[in-house]
């Protein structure tokens, strides 16, 4: 299990490791704000679908297998990154990014989970969720600081730092086995699983509203900063510290990892609720840091974003798992991320536009007012979730309880027979 988060926080930082550069590859290349735009965008276009093939047929494939090409495509995409000279390049290394790490995570939970015993399954859940987190503020914090005090080739040398850690993921990799794929060789090989959701049909409301629904707000909200931040810190707050937007989202998304420890609030819909009102609470703190220019407001909003973040994945992803039959579980995780990442589409696709008319301070406020609409419809429904999820329990304490009075009943009689 070691060796594959560490497969995992390495891809992590990979995917958004660039995050911090795109001011630079703005002002080099002259794009515009809309071009901007676009190259965020089409990471998030090519990462959805690879996501939903790959998790569909990653297991007909070997999972195994896919990951390597998944970490293949990262270092090939970090080589472009790095020997481009012309603004297609980019463009190019991003839709590559976003292929690898679509395809990655449509497989790495499953393969991750048949790396670990059926006990244990829950903690590596948890685990990798913290492991994605950490990576991804690790990767622009990384960047950031090599930008601002390694004063050397800034489009080149943090790359180098990329391609070695990509390196030790892939060598992590071949040290793994897929057991499952070894045992099905020379086996007639079965028709391909159809391209679906796989979300079962008893648990889809629940799963849509209380585990797909705040994954894709949190994502929404959290793309703004990962988008914007860079953008937000120089021209609205005039810091010139290429590593402060870094530092930001190491605090954003780092931060909300470690914030999951945190013993508070324990009981998983209590603890749903809560998060997603700080993540809310924390966006609008973001928002108002522009209008006031405090960098002060800003530091505090993202913290407080953070520890909503931290809460809204740890619960929303132990839901995704939690709710489906094992059978089914790989196909709703996968799910769950295919929503999550949805959501980095809305704020950059939504900030392109509105800033067609309005500034960016003014098109935030408005990303952001649509998003607590969503806030507040999933608090709702969290009145509804907490009666099935009550009630789910006591069905699960009392099938418990059954299979404990066999087991007796049969220790019982075969102790009278003997």
């Given at each position: 299990m070691k060796r594959m988060l560490w497969i995992i926080l390495m891809m992590s930082i990979g995917a958004t490791f660039t995050s911090p550069l795109f001011p630079l590859y703005q002002e080099r290349y002259h794009l515009s704000s809309l071009q901007i735009t676009i190259l965020f965008a089409v990471y998030a276009l090519f990462l959805l679908p690879s996501l939903l093939v790959s998790g569909s047929r990653g297991s007909g494939w070997g999972l195994k297998r896919v990951l390597r090409i998944s970490i293949w495509i990262s270092i090939l995409a970090t080589l472009v990154f790095m020997g481009s000279q012309q603004a297609w390049l980019v463009y190019a290394a991003r839709i590559l990014e976003g292929i690898a790490y679509g395809t990655f995570t449509g497989t790495a939970v499953a393969f991750l989970l048949k790396q670990t015993p059926g006990d244990k399954i829950p903690l590596a859940i948890t685990l990798s969720g913290i492991t994605v987190s950490v990576g991804f503020g690790l990767g622009p914090a990384l960047t950031g600081l090599v930008i601002q005090y390694l004063h050397l080739m800034p489009l080149r040398v943090p790359f180098w730092l990329?391609?070695?850690?990509?390196?030790?993921?892939?060598?992590?990799?071949?040290?793994?086995?897929?057991?499952?794929?070894?045992?099905?060789?020379?086996?007639?090989?079965a028709a391909p699983a159809p391209i679906s959701l796989g979300v079962p049909s008893e648990i889809s409301p629940h799963f849509w509203s209380f585990s797909a629904l705040p994954i894709f707000t949190l994502f929404t909200l959290n793309g703004i900063i990962l988008s914007l931040i860079p953008s937000f810190v120089k021209s609205v707050l005039h810091s010139s510290n290429l590593s402060v937007s870094g530092l930001l989202i190491l605090l954003l998304l780092g931060g909300g990892a470690l914030l999951q420890l945190l013993p508070l609030a324990s009981e998983p819909v209590t603890r749903l609720r809560l998060g997603i009102a700080l993540l809310s609470i924390g966006a609008w703190l973001v928002v108002f840091s522009g209008s006031t220019g405090s960098i002060v407001l800003l530091w505090i909003g993202v913290l407080v974003q953070a520890l909503g973040s931290g809460w809204t994945f740890q619960i929303s992803l132990r839901l995704a798992g939690e709710l489906p039959h094992a059978e089914a579980r790989s196909k709703v995780i996968t799910t769950f991320y295919l929503a999550g990442y949805a959501g980095f589409i809305v704020p950059v696709v939504g900030t392109g536009v509105l800033t067609y008319f309005f500034d960016l301070h003014v098109s935030l406020v408005v990303l952001n007012i649509l998003a607590s609409l969503l806030v507040l419809y999933v608090l709702g429904y969290s009145v509804r979730f907490r009666r099935y999820y009550a009630a789910r329990k006591q069905e699960e304490i009392r099938l418990a309880h059954s299979k404990a009075k066999l087991a007796a009943a049969g220790a019982d009689q075969g102790a009278m027979t003997s």
């Open positions: 990329l391609t070695a850690l990509l390196v030790t993921a892939w060598m992590a990799l071949e040290t793994l086995k897929d057991a499952d794929f070894l045992a099905q060789k020379g086996k007639p090989k």
